[in-house]
C-alpha cells in the first residue's frame, strides 16, 4: 500500500501524487480547463464544469471515488478517479479514470497513475475493473491492454460533443481473480 503523498518521476520530471482534496480545487479546475474537449468524452460529465468538480469532491467525501492528483509544483499534470457504487448491483467494479495534461503526455505518468489505481482498487476489494474511452485515444488503450484489460463492448455513437458529433465508446475490463489465476500459472504472482 503506497502512502501519499508520494514523490514519482516522469522522464526526469519529480511530481507528487496526492489524493484529491479541497486544497486542490482551483488546480484541478485549471486543469480541467487546460485538456481539450475530445479527452473528456469518455466522463459521464463535464468536468469542466465548477458544479461537476464540486460533485467529485463531494463523492470523494462520500467513499463513492477515490482520487490522485499528479502535482508539478503548485499544478494539476494528472488525475486519476476510481469510481464505485457501494449501493449498486455492480458494486464489485471498480472504473479507473485518468486524465494526463498534454505536456506530460510520453512521460510515463499515465502508466504510473494507472498502476497506483490498479493497486488500489484491488487493495479496497474491486473483483473486476473496467476503463472507457474512445477507440481513437490509441496509446490509452494499449496502456491498460499491457495491464490485463481487454476489449469488452463498443457503444457506438454513445457521446456526443460539444459540437453535435457522435463518437463510438469502447469499454475495456479485467476480471482481477482471472488476471491473478494467469499470473500464477505463470509464475508471476507477487510476493
Request: hydrophobic share 45%; proline share 3%; glycine share 10%.
Amino acid at each position: 500500500m503506497t502512502n501519499y503523498p508520494t514523490t514519482v518521476d516522469c522522464g526526469g520530471t519529480l511530481l507528487t501524487l496526492v489524493h484529491f482534496g479541497a486544497a486542490h480545487l482551483g488546480a484541478v479546475k485549471a486543469f480541467a480547463q487546460s485538456l481539450p474537449a475530445h479527452d473528456l468524452l469518455f466522463l459521464s460529465r463535464d468536468i469542466k464544469q465548477p458544479k461537476v468538480i464540486s460533485a467529485w469532491l463531494n463523492s470523494i467525501a462520500d467513499g463513492e471515488i477515490s482520487s490522485l492528483v499528479a502535482m508539478e509544483g503548485d499544478k494539476v499534470v494528472g488525475t486519476t478517479a476510481i469510481v464505485r457504487d457501494p449501493l449498486g448491483w455492480s458494486a464489485h467494479v471498480a472504473e479507473l479514470r485518468i486524465l494526463i495534461s498534454e505536456e506530460m503526455r510520453g512521460k510515463g505518468l499515465g502508466r504510473i497513475l494507472l498502476q497506483h489505481c490498479f493497486a488500489a482498487a484491488i487493495e479496497n476489494g474491486a473483483e473486476k475493473l473496467m476503463a472507457r474511452m474512445t477507440p481513437d485515444q490509441r496509446g490509452a488503450i494499449s496502456l491498460f491492454e499491457e495491464m490485463g484489460f481487454r476489449g469488452e463492448a463498443m457503444l457506438r455513437d454513445h457521446v456526443r460533443d460539444s459540437e453535435g458529433k457522435v463518437h463510438d465508446l469502447a469499454i475495456l475490463s479485467l476480471d482481477v481473480a482471472r488476471a491473478e489465476a494467469q499470473h500464477g500459472a505463470f509464475g508471476f504472482n507477487d510476493a
